[in-house]
Each structure stands twice: as structure tokens, then as C-alpha cells.
């Protein structure tokens, strides 16, 4: 039986703490809080959670992580 897209998968969450480590050292190298970079990757990432199609789920949390703390 597939699995409901609102369920957050072992690999979603293996995809969500690569993205987040590498956004976490991108984003404080430009002064940002590490806890602040967290927050929008969780944020991106809930906003997301309900995609069908979890293959680019990476590429758009960095996408809105980006957006949004590119005006902090």
C-alpha cells in the first residue's frame, strides 16, 4: 500500500537533514543564525509535506529557504 503524502518518510527526513546541514554552513557563513536556517527549512519543508511527487522536495525547500532569508 503506497504511503500517504502528508507522512513524512525515513527517506524525507534523510533528505531534510542533508538540505538543512548544507544550508545550515551556507547560511551562517553569511551571518545568519543556525537556529533561524533551521527554522525556515522546517517551515519550508511542513509547507511542503503534502507533495505528491517528493523527488524535488530538496531542491524546493532550499528554493523557499533561500527566498526568505535572502531579505534578513
Do not use: H, Y
Request: charged share 30%; net charge positive; glycine share 6%.
Amino acid at each position: 500500500m503506497p504511503q500517504a503524502a502528508t507522512t513524512t518518510t525515513r527517506d524525507d527526513r534523510a533528505l531534510l537533514v542533508e538540505t538543512e546541514e548544507r544550508l545550515v554552513a551556507r547560511w551562517t557563513a553569511e551571518g545568519v543564525a543556525p537556529d533561524t536556517v533551521r527554522g525556515a527549512v522546517a517551515e519550508a519543508f511542513e509547507r511542503l509535506a503534502g507533495a505528491r511527487v517528493r523527488s524535488f522536495l530538496p531542491i524546493l525547500v532550499e528554493r523557499r529557504v533561500r527566498l526568505q532569508l535572502s531579505g534578513v
